[in-house]
C-alpha cells in the first residue's frame, strides 16, 4: 500500500533562518507530488506541484522553493523565513484525478 | 468570486441529528469532486469522491449538482466522532490534477 512520509512534525524557526521540509512516498512510482500550506483558520493554498523528477510548478509567487530530486521525494524550502511563512505545510501526493489526494501529516512551522 | 466557497459554520446539531453542507464551486469545467474531514491540527483525510449520480458510504451521502455548481454531504444518525470541519474540493480535468479546497465548515456533534 502507498504511505506517505513527512518530516518536521513541529518547527520553530527565526525569522532569516533557511527551511528545509521533506516528504517521500512509498508504494508507488512516478506520483504527481504536491505542497500546500494552510494559514492559521484559512484554507488549504497550493504552493507548489510536480508531475516527475526536477519537474516543478510554482502556484504562488513568493520566497519558498521546491525540488525533486527523486521520484518520491518532494523537498521544500526557503533561504530566508518571513514570519508570514508560519503555517501548516502539507505534502500530498495523488495516482490520478478521480482518487483524491492523500496527504502526509504535515509541518506545523512558526516563524518568530 | 472564490473557487469554492462553504460556509464556516460552525453546525452544532444533537447526536443522532441529519445535517447536510453544501459546497459552490465557479468553474463549470469542474470535472472531479470530493469531501475531506480534517480534524483539529490534522492533515485533511478523504471521505469520500462525489460523482454524477450521487453515492452514499454508510450513513454519508454526497451528491453533485451540476446544473447549479454545487456538492451536498448529507451525515445522518450524527456521532461524536463526526466531529471535525469537512473540506470539500474541486479540480479540472488535467495533466497535474490541481485540486482546489474550500475553507471548510465546522461540525461539532453534542451530546
Known sequence: SQTIHQWPATLVQ????????ECTVEGTSNPNLYWYRQ?????????????????I???????????????RQFILSSKKLLLSDSGFYLCAWTGGASYGYTFGSGTRLTVV | RKEVEQDPGPFNVPEGATVAFNCT???SA????????????????????????????????????????????LIRDSKLSDSATYLCAVSLAGGYQKVTFGTGTKLQVIP
Do not use: H
Open chain 1, 57 to 71: 510548478s510554482s502556484e504562488v509567487p513568493q520566497n519558498l522553493s521546491a525540488s525533486r530530486p527523486q521520484d
Open chain 1, 14 to 21: 527565526p525569522v532569516g533562518s533557511p527551511l528545509s521540509l
Open chain 1, 39 to 55: 494559514a492559521a483558520g484559512r484554507g488549504l493554498q497550493l504552493l507548489f506541484y510536480s508531475v516527475g523528477i526536477g519537474q
Open chain 2, 30 to 73: 469542474s470535472q472531479s469532486f470530493f469531501w475531506y474531514r480534517q480534524d483539529c491540527r490534522k492533515e485533511p483525510k478523504l471521505l469520500m469522491s462525489v460523482y454524477s449520480s450521487g453515492n452514499e458510504d454508510g450513513r454519508f451521502t454526497a451528491q453533485l449538482n451540476r446544473a447549479s455548481q454545487y456538492i451536498s454531504l
Open chain 2, 25 to 27: 464551486y465557479s468553474n
